[in-house]
């Protein structure tokens, strides 16, 4: 389970058989335990499954969701004349 501040981990799980009218299920963990696993959905829904309806699970890995939640810097000016660094090394800008 992830702890009080740290980033979800993000889980995929497959079914034996269909529920709800699909085998595959993505979603933020919600618990490993002794008999099943849980997810919440991107439409919030909490699903939870014994461990003989899981085909496969897996862990879902995005690498770029930590440079997607930073904060995009500001520019310092709309113009675009140029950054300055041309005219620091002698070359024109």
Known sequence: MPSRGS????AGLALHE???GRRNFE????????????VRTE???EHWFG?????????VVDPWAGARKRPVPEMRDA???GT??????GGAG
Do not use: K, M
């Open 84 to 89: 300055g660094r041309a005219r620091a090394r």
């Open 7 to 10: 980033r979800a981990q993000r």
């Open 27 to 38: 979603g933020v963990l919600l618990g490993l335990e002794r008999r099943s696993a849980g």
């Open 51 to 59: 461990w003989a309806e899981v085909r496969s699970a897996r862990l």
């Open 18 to 20: 269909a529920r709800d």
């Open 43 to 45: 439409d919030g829904q």
């Open 79 to 81: 113009g675009i004349e």
